[in-house]
Each structure stands twice: as structure tokens, then as C-alpha cells.
């Protein structure tokens, strides 16, 4: 048998980067996410050729002091986190301190920032892969950060190539993330342009730093689409699933019973036919205003809609406002997946509030009007 023996640091850097750093809307979404940790209210997505030579993502935010300077991409090292417990608490889109560093390992790499009292005096860091600083150099900055990632997987050969294949559906994808984030948002402004290889930069679209949600969609998709939508608001507290012993063992002491109240804000269509198609990647979830997947709570909302329109798929905008302790985003590397905990309970109590909100509007819509 061969000798059991510990991977060298390096390989197991770049091994785990691999699994944080999945595709390019894992740059993105990593990236945004620090801009809104750092309290931004503008920020600049700016691709080149699709993000296949450049990711550039400019922030107005907080800046990194120069104390940080060293540990920002080493892996591991966060300002947002620093026991497991904190995990229930957290306010913050990051907490592990991984995405920099990942970056690091898959990359070319480097970020420029100014502090407020610096301004318009900023720093350049570059780093080696490993995250570790390598030099600093002073260049013109105004307040905020600006994280160039260029090249990805350049030095995976494999990723790189299904990258290159695949970069116009990933390309799709990466927008309907930046969509999410950009209509969540309010009161900061989003701009996001693309400049193809030999061609000039063209803005891909961009919101206001608009009070609501309401006018970040009509930004991001069209005033027209707001015509077809109706505001969404459920509330609803989680009854105990029949049968389920464990729910009602939960469910023993007042202080359960308050974190067991659901809201859910946002926008979605109206539930009558004929109001223009709405594509399914116009469905957007969040949970406490964090973009996420939730399959199970999209096919809900997509079963009860059908039974009212059955040839279209509605426009959903729906957040998810639950206590900190009822779900759990540490699923998955990407914080896409969230668990929830009591997800059948929830789907059930989802169920019967759509319906009876869409009912009202199937009364309140006169169908000759459509
Ligand atoms: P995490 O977000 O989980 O903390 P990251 O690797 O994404 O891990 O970032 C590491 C640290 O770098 C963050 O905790 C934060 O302090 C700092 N940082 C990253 N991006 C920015 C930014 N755009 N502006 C200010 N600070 C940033
Ligand atoms: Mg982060």
C-alpha cells in the first residue's frame, strides 16, 4: 500500500479555492457581496469579453485600512465572524474569509482601495497565490475598493476550457444574479458593463440608488413590466407539520412561538392570462434580502400560480423575512443553498396564504380588462 502522507499546502489551497470559486457567478456574487458588506452605495460591475479576460468590481464603500493589508486574502481571515456561534446572528452576505484567497489561487489578482481620510490617494495590493501580500504601490483612488479578478482558471486547465465553452450561458447566469442583487438593493446604485474583445465598453444595465424594490425592477426589466405585478405580502406564523413529534417538541416555549412568524414581501404577477410571457429566470428568492435558490418554495408559488394561469409562468419577486435561527446558509460553499428548517410547515402555510391572495385579485381584476 502507498504511503499515507498530507497534501503540500499549496495543492490543498487551490484544491479547496476550486470549491469556493465554482464558475464566474461564484466571482461575481463573492465580490458583490463584499461591496454591500462594506456598506457601498454605488457600485460598478464591469466585464471584459464576457468576464473571460477581466472582472472588475468597484465599490464606494468603506475601503480597507492598512492594518488589513496583509491578511485580507489569506484564507480564513474575516472581519464578519469569529466563533460558529456568531453563524446565527449574522447580518453580514460573508462570514467565512475564503473568497479573496480563493481568488488568489485561480487568478490574476489584485485590489485597489482607498480609506476615506486617504482619498484620492489609494494603495495597490497584489498578492501571490497563496493570498499572502507581496507588494503595495500608491496609485489615485477615490473612497471605496476596486477587486480586478482577470484570467479565471488560468491555471485550470480543465475549468478554464468548460468555462470558454460555456461562457455565453454562464454569462446569462452571472446577469440574473446581478438582476437579484441589483432589484434587492435599495438605496444603492448598480451599474454593469460589458466590453467585448475588440469592441467598446456598453452598459448592460444599471439601477438609480432608488428608495424601492419597485423601482429597482423598473429599472432592471422595464417600467412596463411593473404593469403586470401586484405587491406581495404574506404574513403567516409556521404551524407544527401533523405527526411531527419534533415540531411540537420545538414548539414548547414562547420564545419558539416568536421566532416562528414568516413574512414575505416583493412582487409578482397578477394571476390572469394574457399579461405578456414572464420568463422563469425572472423568478428571484431571497431569505432576509440574501439572493438564494429555494427550489422548493419556487415550485409552491409555481404550482399555486398554474392553478390560475395555466399558460404562463408569473414574474416573482419574493423575500423571506424569518428569524436568524430558523435557517442555516453554512449548506453549501457558495451560500446559495439555504436550509430551512422547517420547510414543510412553511411550504404548507405558503400554500394556503398565495391562494387566498391570489383569489382577492382574481376578484378585484375585472378579466374583461386584459
Ligand atoms: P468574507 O466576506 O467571508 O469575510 P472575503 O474573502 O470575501 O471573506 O473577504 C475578506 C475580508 O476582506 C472581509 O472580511 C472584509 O473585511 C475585507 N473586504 C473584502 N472585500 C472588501 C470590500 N469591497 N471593501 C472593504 N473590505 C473588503
Ligand atoms: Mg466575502
Not at 1 to 26: F, N, P, Y
Not at 214 to 241: M, R, S
Not at 279 to 300: E, H, I, W, Y
Request: hydrophobic residues 35%.
Amino acid at each position: 500500500m502507498a504511503t499515507i502522507k498530507a497534501i503540500e499546502g499549496r495543492s490543498v489551497h487551490q484544491i479547496q479555492s476550486g470549491q469556493v470559486i465554482v464558475d464566474l457567478c461564484s466571482v461575481v456574487k463573492e465580490l458583490v457581496e463584499n461591496s454591500l458588506d462594506a456598506g457601498a452605495t454605488s457600485i460598478d460591475v464591469r466585464f471584459k469579453n464576457n468576464g473571460l479576460d477581466s472582472i472588475e468590481v468597484q465599490d464606494n464603500g468603506h475601503g480597507i485600512s492598512p492594518e488589513n493589508y496583509e491578511t485580507i486574502a489569506l484564507k480564513h481571515y474575516t472581519s464578519k465572524l469569529s466563533t460558529y456561534d456568531d453563524l446565527t446572528s449574522l447580518t453580514t452576505f460573508g462570514f467565512r474569509g475564503e473568497a479573496l484567497s480563493s481568488l488568489c489561487a485561480l487568478s490574476k489578482f489584485h485590489i485597489v482601495t482607498a480609506r476615506a481620510d486617504s482619498a484620492p490617494k489609494g494603495t495597490r495590493l497584489d498578492f501571490d497565490v497563496l493570498g499572502k501580500l507581496k507588494g503595495t504601490s500608491v496609485v489615485a483612488s477615490q473612497k471605496g475598493t476596486t477587486v480586478v479578478v482577470e484570467n479565471l482558471f488560468h491555471n485550470l486547465p480543465v475549468r478554464r476550457r468548460e468555462l470558454e465553452k460555456n461562457i455565453k450561458r454562464e454569462y446569462g447566469k452571472v446577469l440574473g444574479i446581478l438582476h437579484a442583487y441589483a432589484c434587492i438593493s435599495t438605496g444603492v446604485r448598480f451599474a454593469v458593463s460589458n466590453q467585448a474583445a475588440k469592441g467598446k465598453k456598453l452598459t448592460v444595465f444599471s439601477t438609480k440608488s432608488n428608495p424601492t424594490t419597485k423601482e429597482n425592477i423598473a429599472n432592471v426589466y422595464g417600467a412596463k413590466t411593473l404593469l403586470a405585478l401586484v405587491p406581495l405580502e404574506l404574513q403567516f406564523e409556521l404551524q407544527p407539520t401533523r405527526g411531527s413529534t419534533q415540531s411540537l417538541k420545538n414548539w414548547s416555549t414562547q420564545d419558539d412561538l416568536a421566532g416562528r412568524e414568516v413574512t414575505i414581501s416583493g412582487h409578482i404577477s397578477r394571476p390572469v392570462v394574457g399579461e405578456g410571457r414572464q420568463t422563469p429566470d425572472r423568478q428571484m428568492f431571497f431569505v432576509n434580502s440574501r439572493p438564494c435558490g429555494l427550489p422548493q418554495v419556487a415550485k409552491t408559488f409555481n404550482e399555486v400560480y398554474k392553478s390560475y394561469n395555466t399558460t404562463q409562468s408569473p414574474f416573482i419577486f419574493a423575500n423571506l423575512k424569518m428569524d436568524t435561527n430558523a435557517y442555516d446558509v453554512n449548506v453549501s460553499p457558495d451560500k446559495r443553498t439555504i436550509l430551512l428548517h422547517d420547510q414543510t410547515a412553511l411550504l404548507e402555510s405558503l400554500k394556503e396564504a398565495l391562494t387566498k391572495l391570489f383569489e382577492e385579485h382574481e376578484q378585484s381584476v375585472p378579466q374583461a380588462s386584459f
